[in-house]
């Protein structure tokens, strides 16, 4: 059901390299992009993530409770993507592991704040 969602960012540049980089891995490529935005996907018809400075034209703020879960098909690649998260700039905010009933996460922060999961069920 979900067709994309988008982060907000102050630092376009820096974002996307690390959205190049981090999605990269997943085999996720830039879909479209503008001035405003860029978004990242694997195929037209999966969902995408993406990354926009705000339409307000005021300063992007993480909201509080918001969080991305990206799906991952093969759980051994989430320590991995977690990892490349923290290695780009990101912050910890979970380390991966089993949250119980098959659940399966890693949590981190982007440069903005944006709080994201990696998880398998």
Known sequence: MIGYVTLGTNKIEQAAHFYDELFAMLGAKR?????????WGTSPEAPMVCIIKPFDG?????G?????????????QIPA???KALALGGSDEGAPGDRGDGFYAGYFRDLDGNKLC????
């Open 118 to 121: 990696f998880f398998n069920m």
């Open 64 to 76: 509080n409770g918001n969080m991305t879960a990206l799906y991952i098909a093969d759980k051994t």
């Open 31 to 39: 879909a479209m992009q503008n001035e405003r935005f860029i978004a």
């Open 58 to 62: 005021k300063a992007a703020t993480p």
């Open 81 to 83: 993507l977690h990892a």
